[in-house]
């Protein structure tokens, strides 16, 4: 037989000899890290979500938590009315447990067994139902890298974010129909003289400083009051359409439809006379829609909004025009963004979950206020604006351990510093939420630190009682991110430095901070609704993003 036939064949023999003893190995290690990893940890060449476990201190298993749990508010009507003294966002955090599916509360990696897993307390309870809850205990956690390096993705810092959005103030423009219009060619007419705004010299350079550019505000608004006209689209049925929700922490979506659909200033009859097209639907009572009989899974909540756009699309020229591009909504729930990111791709989103991370496009979208309403008719009540001047609290937080940056915020904080008041859930009563409030205005520093979104009612909150917002949520776009410099009057703190919180608050000079409180009190207007809508209140604020983000995108 020929030498080099031979050599060939054994080398095939070997080749298989390799393969098969490789399959073997890689069966035994399967079955070994079986009986290693009984909870679904299994190792693996590819990345994945699931970096670690949480376990009670009280010696059992780790135990992982449900992604297809549903929240314990089957009527939220009754559960707002239920909750309406909590002081801050724990009302509505509690509607985001079905977020669990995207939100990965596991915390250390296998891959790292040496350092301490996330240890709970045995007298904090996690039912699936509840928020949980701490009682006098801290929390023992894994060191804060660690944490966030596993759970993958990349931070955009608020530096980043302005770069952006003059890049796609610059970039993204509508899509140009076939023949100019009126309506086109007024927009394309407010553009420039936006630009060309004169130089405002009417008012304090502090008050100035608010703003990214505060002549061109100023003309922007101007011409908004005078040119700007919006068409409401009369289909759709109640509840999820036309019936606005005024109350508790998804309160400003409710009463933006509620004072639009009132209004005659800017509201017209006539479609062809619109720059822009409202969808009156509510986020919130979508939402609450999902505990119907009509609607199983969220899968339904995204159909019954497509059917929507199919029949105003069907009924109206104005869709296809630009795809939609000229249409915009206002949604405060945890859920619109993913529940509208495909239907309205194109069009003008206003969001209370603002995260750039979960589809947020800057210079599109519109970062929406979280405002926390407790009155239905009165937007205003329980809102002091006679702050304490004699500030003696460094930095202060409270609310429950919702997401995975509160946790670390209390493991680090709570009781290391008595000029830091940082604690766990505050009495719900009326004692309670008065003594919440009192904390705050006796604080220089107020800690927003993010549930299980980005988004926290705590930062308009802050505005309100002249404490200092420290924005500790990765990824989240402020409100009117377009108008103002949000850096001249808050704090922004990576995720990654809650251990150096303290320093950095000490960091901040004494000149400095006294001209940051100085403009919180310049910027309260801007964040106040009215059952009758003011001059430059927030009614006219969102109003005028919509308007801003319009004109910017047009050709």
């Given at each position: ?160 974010m302005n770069s952006l959005l003059l890049v796609n103030s610059a970039e993204k423009k509508l899509k140009r129909p076939r023949l100019s ?337 100085r403009r919180l009190k310049m910027v309260q207007r801007y964040f106040f609704w009215h059952k009758v809508p003011e001059k430059y209140d ?18």
């Amino acid at each position: 037989m020929d030498n080099g036939l031979l050599f060939r064949r054994l080398h095939h023999l070997h080749i298989k000899k390799l393969v098969f003893s490789i399959g073997i190995l890689a069966a035994v290690l399967s079955l070994l890290h079986l009986f290693a990893f009984p909870y679904g940890n299994y190792l693996s060449i590819f990345p994945h979500d699931n970096v670690g476990s949480i376990s009670s201190t009280n010696g059992s298993k780790p135990f992982s938590v449900n992604p297809n749990l549903t929240d314990s508010d089957s009527n939220l009507d009754q559960k707002i009315d239920s909750d309406h003294n909590l002081p801050s966002d724990d009302v509505g955090q509690v509607d985001t447990a079905l977020e669990m599916k995207e939100i990965n509360l596991n915390l250390v990696s296998i891959f790292e067994p040496e350092k301490p897993v996330l240890v709970l307390p045995k007298n904090l309870s996690l039912v699936h139902d509840k928020e949980p809850k701490i009682e006098g205990s801290d929390i023992s956690v894994t060191p804060i890298s660690s944490v966030l390096r596993k759970r993958g993705g990349k931070t955009m810092s608020i530096s980043q974010m302005n770069s952006l959005l003059l890049v796609n103030s610059a970039e993204k423009k509508l899509k140009r129909p076939r023949l100019s219009s009126q309506r086109d060619r007024e927009l394309q007419d407010a553009k420039f003289q936006i630009l060309s705004a004169p130089i405002q010299r009417s008012i304090s350079q502090v008050h100035a400083s608010l703003f990214r550019n505060y002549s061109m505000f100023v003309r922007s608004y101007e011409l908004m009051e005078n040119k700007f006209k919006v068409y409401i689209y009369r289909e759709g049925e109640k509840p999820i359409f036309h019936e606005p929700y005024t109350r508790g922490i998804y309160a400003s979506e409710g009463w933006f439809m509620k004072l639009m659909e009132k209004n005659k200033q800017f509201a017209v009859k006539d479609p062809k006379k619109a720059h822009m097209f409202y969808l009156p639907f509510s986020s919130v009572k979508l939402r609450n829609a999902l505990n119907g009989s009509d609607f199983r899974s969220q899968k339904d909540l995204e159909n019954h909004l497509k059917k929507y756009v199919d029949i105003i699309a069907t009924k109206y020229r104005f869709w296809n025009k630009r795809g939609g591009a000229d249409h915009f909504l206002v949604a405060c729930h945890d859920w619109a963004p993913r529940s509208t990111r495909k239907i309205f791709e194109n069009c003008t989103r206003a969001l209370c979950n603002s995260n750039i991370a979960g589809g947020f496009k800057i210079g599109k979208d519109i970062s929406l206020p979280v405002t926390y309403i407790r009155s239905s008719e009165n937007p205003l009540k329980d809102i002091e604006k006679n702050p304490t001047p004699n500030k003696t609290i460094l930095a202060f937080f409270a609310g429950g351990m919702h997401g995975y940056v509160r946790p670390i915020l209390l493991h680090y904080w709570q009781n290391k510093k008595p000029d830091m008041k940082i604690v766990g859930p505050m009495p719900r009563d009326i004692e309670g939420k008065a003594k919440y409030r009192e904390f705050m205005k006796a604080s220089k520093y107020c800690i927003c630190a993010k549930g299980y979104e980005v988004h926290t009612p705590r930062v308009v909150e802050s505005i309100y009682y002249e404490c200092v917002p420290v924005i500790i949520s990765d990824n989240y776009v402020p409100p009117f991110f377009e108008v103002f410099d949000w850096e001249s009057f808050a704090l922004f703190v990576l995720e990654k430095d809650i251990p150096n919180l303290r320093e950095i608050l000490l960091s901040v000079s004494e000149d400095r901070y006294v001209m940051m409180k100085r403009r919180l009190k310049m910027v309260q207007r801007y964040f106040f609704w009215h059952k009758v809508p003011e001059k430059y209140d927030l009614f006219h604020m969102i109003l005028h993003s919509v308007w801003y983000s319009r004109v910017f995108r047009v050709l």
